[in-house]
């Protein structure tokens, strides 16, 4: 596993020779030489993300940028009139842009969406004549990444690479994402150095699908924590105890996770916190229980044996259902089990 820190100065170039000018990268009356980026998905987390890239790129290089939601690639072409094109279509930004950024929300959307980019494929004749870096930053199956990855590589349009994130909207906001990669050995600068213009840390786990991989496991730990310190918090504060004094216990000793320390589910515990504003923000119950199944899945078509995760997947369902917990933050979860608020 390798780890890289983001470049700090927004002023360094650090395009790789994938995107550096080429007097082909023109697409406006201007002679001046300029690479081209597209990013599509402007959606809670993609919408900042395609913000900070165009903050960071230079000026002279064009960002394409598409989103179903027309509404949303209206406003994004408001706030950021300079080197910004809306394309009319994927096909297009795939013709126009040698990096393409995907943020979409399930796994049908990244298929259907790479299916229009690559077919047919006449990319290098229709658009720019260089192999494409295409880079998803969706948290989907590993197996439709698989399948989209050899759809660009035998193609020979471009090369495919899974970098599902962390960090939250918040951090996609602030620029602080940490990437996790599935990547060949040849391609992880050249990738680092992309993704570093809109996130802190990129992390190398392996081939193409690594990154999903780590992604999942890492998610399906956090959705068990988070039912587990819902449980052991509800237990306490039943008892009697001080949820404070019983939180601060717990992470100090062999319980202390991230849902008890950052993100606990007693209202109260943790100021500014989800659980302290109605469960309101945070990570949506919905999308933890989405990234949940995915991990199942992909556990099931590993022949992976879990012991939990059924459970875990069972209940969540019955919380993103509950009308006093739709649309709230996971740590919902201990308002689901009765928790004293």
């Given amino acids: 596993m390798r780890t890289f820190a983001a470049m700090s100065s927004p002023l360094v170039r650090v395009a790789p020779a994938a995107v550096r000018c080429s007097s082909r990268r023109c697409f406006s009356s201007s002679q001046n030489l300029q690479a ?15 913000k900070n890239l165009r903050a960071k790129i230079p000026v002279e290089d064009t960002l394409f940028v598409h989103d179903v939601n027309t509404a949303a ?12 094109r809306v394309a009319d279509n994927v096909r297009q930004v795939a013709e126009k842009a040698e990096v393409v950024i995907t943020s979409l929300p399930a ?10 980019m690559l077919k047919p494929a006449t ?21 439709t990444s698989g399948a989209v990855a050899e759809s660009a590589r035998s193609s020979g349009q471009g090369t495919f690479i899974d970098a599902p994130m962390s960090g939250g909207v918040v951090g996609a906001q602030a620029g602080t ?19 570093s213009l809109i996130g802190r840390k990129v992390i190398h786990l392996g081939e193409q699908g690594s990154g999903l991989k780590g992604k999942l496991a890492n ?16 237990m306490g504060v039943q008892w009697g105890l001080d949820p404070k004094a019983l939180a601060n216990m717990i992470n100090i000793s062999t319980g202390k996770c991230w849902p008890s320390e950052v993100n606990n589910p007693v209202p109260g515990v943790i100021e500014g916190s989800p659980a302290s504003r109605g469960y309101d923000g945070g990570f949506g119950v919905a ?8 991990a199942l899945k992909a556990a099931e078509d590993a022949n992976v044996k879990l012991a939990l995760g059924e459970s875990a997947r069972a209940l969540y369902d ?11 933050d996971f740590s919902v979860v201990y308002r689901y089990l009765g928790g004293k608020e």
């Avoid at 081209?36 to 395609?50: C, D």
């Avoid at 998610?219 to 509800?234: F, K, P």
């Fill in 287 to 294: 999308l933890a229980n989405k990234d949940l199944k995915l």
């Fill in 36 to 50: 081209t980026w597209g990013f599509i998905g402007l959606g809670r987390m993609g919408y900042p993300m395609a």
């Fill in 73 to 84: 690639t209206k406003q994004f072409l408001e706030e950021n009139p300079q080197g910004v």
């Fill in 219 to 234: 998610n399906y730990l956090l959705a068990l924590n988070n039912v587990a310190t819902a449980e052991a918090m509800n």
């Fill in 107 to 116: 796994p049908q959307h990244v298929k259907d969406v790479y299916e229009a």
């Fill in 318 to 328: 019955a919380v993103e259902k509950a009308e006093n917990c739709k649309g709230k």
């Fill in 177 to 195: 994402l940490t990437f996790m990669i599935g990547a060949a050995p040849e391609v992880v600068d050249q990738v680092t150095a992309v993704l």
């Fill in 123 to 143: 990319l290098l004749k229709d658009g720019v004549s260089k192999e494409r870096l295409f880079i998803d930053c969706s948290t989907i199956d590993p197996k």
